[in-house]
C-alpha cells in the first residue's frame, strides 16, 4: 500500500459535466441526470486508522458505535459481515455486533494493531463529518464522488475498467467468486486491504473502486445518507 509518509496527498478534480447514474444497474441508482461539477479537491486515498487515530488522540473524540454501546443503548455497535463463520450460521450476512468499532473492526478480540494503513470502518455519518471538520475539509457530494471515479476510469465505456482489465484480472479490492457464499479473493486480500495496495486511477485516486464504503455528504431517502465504492 501507501507508505505512511503518502499520507493526506489531494488530488485536484477539475471541473466538467458527466452523466450521473450512467450504466446503472440497480433501480435505485437512477435517474439519469447530465449535471456540471465544479473543480474540488479530494484526499486521494481512504481515511486511514492512524489518520482517525490522530483526530481521537488530539480531540477525545468517541465514535457512535462505541458511544452506544458504552451507554447500551438499543442497536448498539455496528455492523459485521461475515465472511466466514465455523457453523455457516452467519456466513454470507451481516450482523449487528455490540462490539464492533473502528478500534476493534471485527468485534471483540480484534484490534487494529498492524493495521495503521486499512482504512478505518465502523465511521458513522457523524463521525465522518467531525473528522472532516478537525482536519479542515468535508465529505463530498455523490456528484461530486462518482464525477472524480468516472474520470479515473480507463475505460469510460466500461464501467467496471477500474475493477477488471480486458481480460478480468482484478485491479481493485472487490469480491471474486459467489457472492456472499465464497470470496476467491484472486485479488489478493478477503477484507479490507491497506490504502493505495492497486494501481491509483487516472487522475491519481486510490481505492474508488472496492475496499469499504465511503460517505457522501447527499441524503438517500429520510434520515439517510449516501455511500459509494466498495463494502
Known amino acids: 500500500g501507501l507508505p505512511a509518509t503518502g499520507l493526506g496527498h489531494f488530488v485536484q478534480v477539475p471541473a466538467g459535466d458527466f452523466v450521473m447514474a450512467a450504466h446503472a444497474s440497480e433501480p435505485e441508482e437512477g435517474p439519469l441526470l447530465r449535471l456540471h461539477v465544479q473543480g474540488f479537491s479530494m484526499l486521494a486515498h481512504e ?5 482517525f487515530a490522530a483526530f481521537v488522540a488530539a480531540t477525545g473524540y468517541v465514535t457512535d458505535a462505541e458511544r452506544s454501546a458504552q451507554r447500551g ?3 448498539a455497535g455496528s455492523a459485521l459481515f461475515a465472511v466466514e463463520d465455523p457453523d ?3 456466513a454470507g450476512s451481516w450482523r ?5 468499532n473502528w478500534r476493534a473492526p471485527e468485534g471483540e478480540g480484534s484490534s487494529i494493531e498492524g493495521k495503521d494503513l486499512h482504512p478505518v470502518v465502523h465511521v ?3 463521525d465522518a463529518r467531525a473528522y472532516a471538520q478537525w482536519s479542515g475539509t468535508r465529505l463530498p457530494t455523490e456528484a461530486e464522488w462518482e464525477y472524480a471515479a468516472r474520470l479515473g476510469l480507463p475505460d469510460p465505456d466500461r464501467p467496471d475498467s477500474g475493477a477488471y482489465d480486458s481480460a478480468g484480472n482484478p485491479l481493485a479490492n472487490t469480491w471474486q467468486g459467489v ?9 489478493g486480500f478477503s477484507g479490507p ?11 491519481g ?12 455528504d447527499t441524503p438517500f431517502g429520510q434520515d439517510a445518507y449516501t455511500i459509494k465504492g466498495g463494502s
Open 47 to 51: 481515511v486511514t486508522n492512524q489518520e
Open 193 to 203: 486491504a491497506p490504502v493505495g495496495c492497486f494501481a491509483p486511477s487516472e487522475i
Open 88 to 90: 455457516r450460521s452467519t
Open 124 to 126: 458513522s455519518l457523524r
Open 205 to 216: 485516486l486510490s481505492d474508488m473502486i472496492g475496499n469499504v464504503w465511503e460517505w457522501t
Open 73 to 75: 443503548l438499543p442497536g
Open 179 to 187: 457472492f456472499p457464499i465464497v470470496d476467491r479473493a484472486l485479488d
Open 96 to 100: 449487528l455486533a455490540g462490539d464492533a
